[in-house]
């Protein structure tokens, strides 16, 4: 491409990553993925998944298409898990974890939670994205071979597995926040998992911390990790070189 194609170019994929622009989804982010499995990532939510679509295809169809060689892509949607205890099981948790019925401790958890959990059920349906700088994701399935079929085991079982591994979750309070999209009936992996952290090591840490938690450790199969880091579509595409040969940056 001489100059000016390369500026058309760079122009059209900056309109197609516009999270203003008016074909735009309700959320979108733009990363550049370190290592060699991709250059760039993008992170998209609205509730009309064509509307997803139209974005990737939009950067296809334009100039810098001819360029781009699409690599990973995973379709899900977000859910309240049936993990998530309701104000009712959250208190016979307390109980079992040996609070008292109506003792002002257990009265002040319960008010606590009872303020928190619709927040929480907001971010998990409709959430925002962190401004963490740090990212990666990955699918994951849960096993179903013989002796360690989760699909076999009680609610009562997984429940609790669960709550473990959430447990090792909220450690990360403040350093890493996730979010668990279901991909079952629309992708070849179950999950999709997503972690934004204020520092990589702190998705080293808590990938590790959570391997040890049965649900993961004896359930879970997992696929391929993206890591990248978050940027403005413009600082992608210098990151990328598309354009950079009109300001003489190298």
Known sequence: MDRDQVAMAREAALSALDPEGAAASQRLQVSRVSGHKADFGLMLMDPDPLKIDAVHQALMAGPLGVALVPTYSFVSMTEISEYVPS???????????????GSPAYQAKMDAYGKRLPMMNRQRLTPDFPVWPATCFYPMNKKRKVGENWFMTSFEDRNRLMAEHARSGMAFAGKVTQLITVGLGLEDWEWGVTLWARNPEFLKEIVYRMRFDEASARYAEFGPFYASYICTAAEMLDHCRVGNVLSGNE
Request: no cysteine.
């Open 87 to 101: 104000i009712e099981q959250y208190g016979e948790r307390l109980i079992a974890e040996g609070e008292e019925q």
